[in-house]
């Protein structure tokens, strides 16, 4: 009998802290994905910047190439982002 008791002692251990360490990778995943998300957005804001100079000087041509290299950064941060929040799920 005291083994049987031992062995449920066991096993209800085992199954609550799998569900608290599977809990406990949810927030630093919502982080990574904040940080990303933040990141992304200030690529992205850093090459509009670039890009008004460029028009305000009169380069069109210019300025559609760094909107264009500022989204190009955004999404390599968002998926970068979307990477390290997958992983810290996993672990």
Do not use: H
């Amino acid at each position: 009998m005291r083994k049987l008791g031992v062995a449920a002692l066991a096993l209800s251990m085992a199954f609550g802290v799998g569900t608290v360490v599977a809990y406990a990778n949810e927030p630093k995943a919502k982080m990574e994905e904040m940080k990303g998300d933040v990141k992304a957005n200030a690529e992205e804001s850093k090459a509009e910047n670039k890009a008004l100079r460029e028009e305000a000087k009169g380069n069109d041509t210019k300025a559609a190439v760094e909107r264009g290299k500022g989204k190009a950064k955004s999404t390599g941060q968002k998926s970068k982002a979307k990477a390290k929040e997958l992983k810290a799920k996993t672990e």
